[in-house]
């Protein structure tokens, strides 16, 4: 029984193989973003590194099979289909008034964003003090990325061709964010954020033999989440730690909701 099915996984080995395109992008369900600002213009920031939870966007997936020395060339499957996935990302502000830090972020398959972050009620970071935190947060991402092979890849096993198969994707993302904590001590805030984010998409695929897909869409994420942001020293340069879990939704611009229970966590070097 074993030696059977050891000869016909050989054999399978031997004679077939194929290739895959995946068109997809990431929408992450967590932001790591505090009420507080730097506090101080061009001489506090902080930059971190996270890992999230996300929404996974699949545009289409091409499939080609060469078994036996034969293939039909590239198939393509363009349903859409958002489930759930995981990715890193980095994350940073720098103060630019008391009340006003600029912030980036950027994230595995993702948009790069840049925005500004306005305390409009309670002390800045710089301050520590306990108390009510309110902040509003709007930023505007960007991002392309290519899938696929501009040239005919070959299977080892035959030499034969696969179909050359292109797909480019370009995202554009506007967001918006409203934070609202409480700091307890000097090294503990408590925080929640409701957050709402647009995607543009344009997108093609494109094959050897000819065939055009335009897969340009649109897709919206929203979402609330509770953070905790803890201050392991209170000097400066120092470590903090961030986390937060909660509860995200997307859906694209035809199609229905998709949810589930996201979490981040995320380790910050301050200054």
Not at 144 to 158: A, V
Request: with cysteine.
């Amino acid at each position: 029984m074993v030696t059977r099915l050891l000869t016909g996984v050989l054999f399978i080995f031997l004679f077939a193989s194929c290739s895959t395109v995946n068109v997809d992008y990431h929408m992450p369900s967590t932001f790591l973003l505090s009420p507080e600002t730097q506090g101080e213009a061009f001489k506090s920031g902080e930059v971190g590194m996270n890992i999230n939870t996300a929404h996974k966007v699949s545009l289409a997936r091409t499939f080609e099979v060469d078994l036996f020395n034969l293939t039909d060339g590239a198939s393509v499957d363009t349903n859409n289909e958002i489930t759930s996935s995981f990715g890193i990302g980095l994350k940073g502000s720098l103060g630019l008034w008391d009340r006003i830090d600029l912030y980036g972020h950027s994230n595995h398959d993702a948009t790069s964003a840049f925005g500004f972050k306005v305390q409009v009620y309670g002390d800045s970071l710089r301050l520590k003090s306990e108390g009510l935190k309110i902040a509003i947060a709007i930023g505007y991402g960007s991002g392309e990325e290519s899938e696929g092979n501009d040239i005919n890849l070959k299977n080892t096993n035959s030499g034969n061709s696969f179909e050359a198969v292109n797909a480019k994707i370009k995202l554009k993302n506007k967001e918006a964010i409203l934070l609202i904590g409480q700091r307890l001590s000097e090294r503990l805030l408590l925080y929640t954020n409701i957050h709402y984010i647009h995607f543009d998409v344009d997108s093609t695929l494109k094959t050897g033999s000819g065939g055009v897909f335009d897969l340009s869409t649109s897709s919206i994420q929203k979402g609330v989440n509770l953070g905790l942001v803890f201050h392991t020293n209170d000097m400066k340069p120092g470590i903090k730690l961030t986390a937060e879990a909660g509860y995200s939704m997307a859906k694209l611009r035809l199609g229905g909701w998709h949810d589930h229970m996201s979490l981040g966590g995320q380790a910050t070097l301050f200054w």
